[in-house]
């Protein structure tokens, strides 16, 4: 290899730089900006008010509305980036602390799904920067374009099934604390630590109903033929409000959410990265 070529970083070393893991830090406590909003606009739909979705979309719709929204949005994109960089060479290259090559693989190819879901985050949190606002139909949309080809229904049930188990999977990290595989404590103090594991366990669990509840309605918009019964998040977070004693379960679903954000911020913080 010649000199000059040497001296150019591999797409390997640019995504474990130091530059790269600090917004890597950024976009997951950015992250938890977006959850502590959402959990703010479920509560909100809980007791009856409108405004915004209480999803992805209704949350950075929120900062843009905000003075000096759009340079936030900008800040977070930017640590979403960073994230998106870091979870793929994490695909491709991370977890050696792991010895089991089963279990390796599995953190593999979750870190590829989570760089997928953050690039579709940047990708929103961009446009919304750019437009100011974000219609959030994403989710039916999808699902109309999916309904509409041949055997969609399946191929929608067969998604839907796909999110109910994955809000499983986080319900279950979530309780046998499974996230803690993936941080660093060594060195923290005691009540951060307490703080890390509750918000955590709670975080998870309550995210993982939400995303099961998702789930069933991407399954039932497949029997039912009808795309508008999945449209994302809001649409699980109101159908929990209509559930009998739904307000209360909404507003303890939101809290949950609400805990995930503080349990992201503290993640950013203790994350191997």
Not at 84 to 97: E, I, M
Not at 117 to 126: E, G, M, N
Not at 219 to 241: E, I, R, W, Y
Request: net charge positive.
């Amino acid at each position: 290899m010649s000199d000059a070529a040497s001296t150019h970083p591999s797409p390997r070393q640019v995504a474990r730089s130091e530059p790269v893991k600090k917004g890597a830090r950024v976009g997951i406590a950015a992250n938890g900006v977006l959850h502590l909003l959402i959990a703010w606009l479920a509560i909100q739909v809980a007791l009856g008010g409108g405004g915004q979705k209480a999803n992805q979309s209704g949350a950075l719709t929120a900062i843009a509305a905000e003075p000096f929204g759009k340079v936030l949005l900008w800040v977070l994109f930017l640590g979403f980036v960073c994230v998106v960089l870091w979870r793929a060479t994490s695909a491709v290259w991370g977890f050696t602390y792991i010895t089991d090559e089963k279990k390796r693989l599995q953190k593999r190819v979750v870190n590829a799904g989570q760089a997928l879901v953050y690039a579709v985050l940047a990708a929103l949190t961009a446009a919304t920067a750019v437009r100011g606002a974000s219609s959030g139909t994403g989710g039916s949309k999808a699902t109309a374009g999916l309904l509409g080809l041949p055997g969609g229904r399946v191929l929608v049930a067969l998604v839907g099934i796909g999110v109910v188990i994955g809000g499983g999977v986080m319900i279950y990290e979530g309780w046998k604390k499974k996230f803690l595989e993936d941080q660093d404590l060594t060195g923290a103090d005691p009540h951060a630590r307490r703080v890390d594991v509750r918000t955590g366990q709670i975080g998870y669990i309550a995210k993982g109903i939400a995303i099961g509840v998702l789930g069933i309605l991407i399954v039932t918009a497949a029997v039912k033929f009808d795309p508008q019964q999945a449209n994302g998040l809001d649409s699980a977070l109101k159908t929990l409000g209509q559930q009998p004693f739904g307000m209360f379960l909404l507003i303890a679903v939101a809290i949950g959410i609400a805990a995930y954000g503080i349990f992201c911020f503290l993640d950013a913080k203790y994350h191997r990265v």
